[in-house]
């Protein structure tokens, strides 16, 4: 079992910038395939972002291409999701998932293919 803790949201002004964390524990972090999701108030859970567990490999959800990275560090067992020019649009609660994997250049973009969730982080951005 991995758990899975989410950091770093918060209130941003529109055009601003935030760096989210999510720190793992348990089993071995280096072969999760890991993802960022976002909910918003009245909206159904949507992917964000994802990352191979080689870091060889990302994809991203049209609507934050350009603007959010996401990273991973198999050191301290941690992803990110930096955040830039943020728009009020971006407001959700963020979910950081993880599945363990064979394939070190796989990313995964549903919801139905990630095990494990964490409890989530605000991110408020105001206009």
């Known amino acids: 079992q991995v758990q899975l803790v989410e950091s770093g949201g918060g209130l941003v002004q529109a055009g601003g910038s935030q760096r989210l964390s999510c720190a793992t524990s348990g089993r071995p972090f280096s072969f999760y395939a890991m993802g960022w999701f976002r909910q918003a108030p009245g909206k159904e859970r949507e992917f964000v972002a994802a990352?191979?567990?080689?870091?060889?490999?990302?994809a991203y959800a049209d609507s934050v291409k350009g603007r959010f990275t996401i990273s991973r560090d198999n050191v301290k067992n941690t992803i990110y999701l930096q955040m830039n020019n943020l728009t009020p649009e971006d407001t959700a609660v963020y979910y950081c998932?993880?599945?363990?994997?064979?394939?070190?250049?796989?990313?995964?973009?549903?919801?139905?293919?990630?095990?494990?969730w964490g409890q989530g982080t605000q991110v408020t951005v105001s206009s």
């Open positions: 990352i191979s567990w080689s870091a060889g490999a990302t």
């Open positions: 998932a993880a599945k363990a994997v064979w394939s070190s250049i796989l990313v995964l973009t549903t919801i139905d293919e990630y095990e494990h």
